[in-house]
């Protein structure tokens, strides 16, 4: 693990984010780095769900919403970049799953097919692409019968995987996960986490949870947010068992929060 | 004693329930009874006519001479005449209509939203008598201008007038069938990195289409069984057009305009029933399929 060099994938530069006058977030600054799961904790209103979805710029359809300070993916600066250009190289994933009301297959090709991601329009290539999103989220075995069934009739934590699939089949850089397992029993929970654990190693994935648990799971850093600030970030391992600040002590060993 | 009066309280409460229990059934029956009661009168009205008239002949006559001797009650070209207005009312309406649904549910800023909502509401409410006038002295003589021809009370402006008509059904109900797509589907759209156009045409209008194809059919339903503006703005000549730009009498206006000149009982009073049955047949059938859309939008 050491040996391997570590290259950071995003910048947060003093970031803080407003919705009204209501200061969510306050001159947060950290790093992501390359095919890392960082994880983030923190008490509901901490302003972990407005940062997840400031990486990828989807508070900005909310007209209450502004922001200071910078966003850096590769040293491009995310809010002078093409919108859906940003959100093809920065997936995200929801707390409920919505599959999209059509097929398993169509779910997937949607949005490769729809925004000409891809140069492959080729029937059999387009299969390619399927197979192997949902080989990726690990939901293959489970559906390839019936892709032409409606995607409404999967269970939640095959919807979960189904969307984690569609995701895939954009290819990003960044998956973001908002809770992903809010919704969903602690076996489908289990899979998406196995899911995330293999996708590592192809993308770098950004997971927030109020799952402290599935955190020390699944995380390579944790940070942790309290109140619009960012407490603390450092190797998960540290956060958990020996973190700097009270506050997170305190969040973990589940005093409050 | 007094719990003898609790119990006698009790009873009166249960009695004053079933009584209003049975008032609302009433209530609620009669509607029932109100539109059985009226088809089967057309029924026996419209029937009658047709043991001495054959229905094909009826149906596919190409002559309505009521009056001559011997009359024809040849109805071709009064279906021909509402089709046609119908068809371009909703060439008009259901286009306009549906994208002035996708601007108010999801471009239009919250302060337009209102006052856009209320004024297609308000349009509703506009009498056909009004819609009626307004196309005979403003809409038919430029229609008869600008486009060079005998007269201005053609089936054009019917089409036109009554898509007006049209509209705010197509509108209020398609806009409520768009907002009720969960914003969760957009937000899932568009975190793959669509745009919003994109979203709007592949994910909402998608999931929208059953509320939307209801009101279009609601839309329909209102068009054909219009009566007063169609009669003061087509023309009501009683044959096949071979353009838009022609007059044309519709089925509605027909009933309407003959059904006080009649003689009660008499053959022509019993074809104008006849009329009004293929109507109530159409408008009927109409409404159904519109409620099986809105039907299906809703259980899903």
């Known amino acids: ?46 302003g972990k769900t407005s940062f997840l979805r400031t990486l990828n710029r989807m508070n900005d359809f909310n007209p209450n919403f502004s922001r200071t300070g910078n966003v850096l993916l590769d040293d491009e600066n995310i809010f002078h970049m093409n919108m859906e250009k940003l959100r093809t190289r920065v997936g995200m994933l929801f707390a409920m799953p919505i599959p999209l009301p059509m097929t398993i297959y169509e779910n997937i090709v949607y949005a490769p097919k729809r925004l000409r991601l891809t140069k492959r329009e080729k029937k059999s290539d387009l299969d390619l692409l399927v197979e192997q999103a949902l080989k990726d989220a ?20 095959q919807q979960q995987r189904l969307c984690i699939a569609r995701i895939l089949a954009i290819d990003p850089e960044i998956i973001l996960f908002d809770e992903p397992c809010s919704g969903l029993d602690p076996i489908s929970t289990a899979k998406v986490e196995e899911t995330m654990l293999v996708l590592k190693d192809k993308y770098t994935i950004v997971l927030v949870t109020n799952n402290v648990k599935q955190a020390s799971r699944v995380g390579s850093r944790t940070a942790f947010f309290l109140m619009g600030h960012l407490i603390e970030i450092d190797a998960t391992e540290k956060i958990f068992v020996s973190p700097k600040e009270k506050q997170t002590n305190d969040y973990i060993t589940g005093r409050f929060g | 004693m007094q719990k ?32 059985t009661l009226i088809f089967a009168f ?63 549910s999801e471009f239009a800023p919250k302060s337009i939203r209102d006052i856009l909502k209320s004024l297609v509401e308000l349009m509703a409410a506009v009498p056909s008598v009004v ?56 937000e899932g759209a568009l975190a793959l990195g669509a745009t919003k156009w994109q979203t709007i045409r592949r994910i909402v209008l998608k999931a929208a289409m059953p509320g939307i194809i209801g009101a279009i059919m609601l839309g329909i339903g209102r ?53 009004a049955l293929v109507l109530f047949s159409i408008t009927f059938l109409v409404n159904f399929i519109a409620d099986m859309f809105l039907g299906k939008s809703k259980n899903k």
Not at chain 1, 1 to 10: A, H, R
Not at chain 1, 142 to 157: C, H, I, Q, W
Not at chain 2, 253 to 267: C, H, P, R, S
């Open chain 1, 1 to 46: 693990m050491e040996t391997k060099s570590i290259q950071n994938k995003m910048f947060v530069e003093n970031l803080s984010c407003y919705f009204g006058n209501k200061c969510v977030l306050e001159k947060v600054n950290l790093t992501i780095q390359k095919n890392e799961i960082l994880t983030i904790i923190g008490p509901s209103n901490s």
């Open chain 1, 138 to 157: 690990s939901l293959w075995d489970e559906v390839k019968d019936r892709l032409n069934s409606s995607a409404m009739k999967l269970s939640g934590g």
């Open chain 2, 4 to 35: 003898h009066q609790a119990k006698r309280e009790k009873n009166m409460s249960k009695i004053k329930d079933d009584i209003i229990e049975k008032i609302i059934f009433l209530c609620g029956i009669l509607s029932i009874v109100f539109v």
């Open chain 2, 42 to 104: 057309l029924l026996k009205e419209g029937i009658s006519f047709f043991r001495e008239s054959s229905f094909i002949n009826f149906i596919l006559g190409k002559f309505w001479y009521p009056s001559s001797t011997p009359p024809e009650f040849g109805i071709l070209s009064l279906i021909v005449g509402s089709f046609i207005v119908t068809v371009g009312a909703c060439a008009i309406a259901v286009p306009i209509g549906i994208m002035s649904a996708v601007y108010i």
């Open chain 2, 131 to 186: 819609i009626g006038f307004v196309g005979m002295v403003t809409v038919a003589p430029l229609v008869r201008s600008l486009l060079d021809i005998p007269t201005g009370l053609t089936a054009f402006t019917g089409s036109l007038m009554l898509a007006f008509m049209a509209m705010p059904t197509i509108v209020t109900i398609s806009e409520d069938a768009i907002r009720s797509v969960p914003w969760e589907y957009k």
């Open chain 2, 223 to 275: 068009v054909i069984g219009e009566t007063m503006a169609v009669m003061m703005i087509t023309g009501n000549a009683a044959h096949i057009p071979s353009s838009i730009f022609e007059p044309v009498r519709t089925m509605t206006a027909t009933i309407a305009a003959e059904m006080g000149e009649t003689v009660k009982g008499g053959l022509h009073y019993r074809a104008l029933f006849a009329i």
